[in-house]
């Protein structure tokens, strides 16, 4: 049978992946991947096309009908669509060509930011060595009053201000003395250092690496994650045999995380502490397009599916199709065409990022410490009249 002059191809654009404009002149204009890798196969075969919209790639419903591009291929609306993901419900209703490509599922997730919070300058210690800190003070201070036969209030201010390394006078030597100004130096110096690494490369919250801890941060509300409409990954989730997999498409379906790739068009960047599930490809382009250094994508896989093109049932000529997508894949031209829309991309969008280390100090970097200044003084206020009455009652 002769080959089509005008096939019907189905496509969802996508930014960078398949887009569609016009020109001056009113015409209509394909870019991207997808785009680039349907002009070859126009080429070589020498057919025209018309181009079909759709929102989604296609779930099934339960009369066995399906949405998207698999709708309407199932009902004969288009001829073809391109790099289709393999499933065998969507082998149900349309035929495949060989595969061409085999697609990981994974997830980008927004880079943890350091984290800075209200009382930061009491990190470099953790809480039991501030305690033993503290009960030091007050033994050692208890023990000194009676050597020096001062009051244990006079004392304790004098050991803090060693800790502060301000110079004391008019106190007996003693080997307690001299241990206490060892230790006192040796946390003076170890508080700063660790001090100083915290505000010179400020700690940053947990990584996430992998679904499993995706998942976990979900549960707890620290982390939305989104995934794309109609995709057969969600399938796969809901039907996975992994707990955190269920789990996690469970708390996507109650919070209604879902995107059209219209959507995605318009994502200027994705959110803080956000994460999308979806093919690596795309999700390579997408964190060019927003910044790459903002974002990481995982290495853990959920699933690795192989795509081909989605033909409807009966068309005549998939064996064509089959040998020019050999060549095609023998002189790996995908491929190619892939990298140069990355270079493209991240040249596109090349930005010169700020280091968050390299910001102004802003009011919540310090208001922890400033709510423990006037505490300091409050007390130090406190105790300013005690010793003002205690001096006056024994003058009388």
């Not at 001056?24 to 680039?36: P, Q």
């Not at 060509?97 to 009382?119: C, L, M, Q, R, V």
């Not at 700690?203 to 995709?231: H, M, W």
Request: hydrophobic share 45%; glycine share 6%; net charge neutral.
């Amino acid at each position: 049978m002769e080959f089509p002059s005008v096939l019907k191809v189905a496509v969802v654009p996508i930014k960078y992946v398949f887009e569609i404009n016009r020109n001056a002149n009113g015409e209509t204009e394909i870019s991207g991947l997808e785009a680039s890798f349907l002009k070859i196969l126009s080429s070589f075969l020498g057919f025209k096309y018309d181009i079909i919209i759709s929102n989604e790639y296609g779930i099934p419903f339960e009369n066995g009908t399906w949405t998207g591009i698999m709708g309407v291929l199932q009902k004969g609306e288009a001829d073809i669509s391109l790099s289709i993901s393999l499933s065998e419900g969507r082998a149900n209703v349309a035929q495949f060509s060989k595969t061409y490509g085999k697609e990981d599922a994974t997830f980008a997730i927004s880079k943890p930011e350091t984290s800075i919070d209200d009382f930061w300058f009491i990190h470099p210690l953790d809480s039991i060595t501030w305690g033993l800190i503290f009960v030091s003070l007050v033994a050692t201070s208890a023990a000194l009053s009676l050597i020096n036969k001062r009051s244990s209030i006079q004392m304790l201010s004098i050991l803090l201000s060693t800790l502060l390394k301000q110079p004391f006078t008019n106190l007996k030597p003693s080997t307690l003395l001299a241990l206490w100004l060892l230790v006192s130096t040796i946390l003076a110096f170890g508080y700063s250092a660790v001090l100083l690494s915290n505000l010179t490369l400020p700690p940053k919250q947990k990584d996430i690496r992998n679904f499993e801890e995706l998942s976990e941060a979900v549960q707890l509300g620290n982390y939305q994650c989104y995934t794309v409409r109609g995709s057969v990954m969600v399938n796969l989730m809901r039907t996975s045999k992994q707990r955190h997999i269920r789990l996690l498409i469970d708390a996507i379906d109650k919070n209604d995380w879902f995107v059209d790739n219209n959507e995605l068009l318009h994502w200027e960047k994705m959110a803080k502490n956000t994460a999308l599930i979806y093919h690596r490809s795309a999700l390579e382009m997408f964190t060019k397009r927003w910044g790459s250094e903002g974002y990481k994508i995982s290495a853990d896989v959920f699933v690795s599916m192989e795509y081909a093109m989605a033909l409807r049932k009966g068309f005549c000529c998939t064996d064509k199709f089959d040998k020019i997508l050999s060549r095609i894949e023998a002189f790996a031209i995908r491929k190619i065409i892939y990298d140069k829309m990355l270079l493209a991309v991240g040249e596109a969008h090349e930005t010169s990022s700020e280091d968050s280390n390299h910001r102004p100090i802003k009011f919540e970097n310090i208001k922890g410490l400033m709510t423990g200044g006037l505490i300091s003084y409050l007390i130090a206020f406190i105790l300013l009249c005690a010793e003002v009455i205690h001096f006056k009652r024994n003058q009388n």
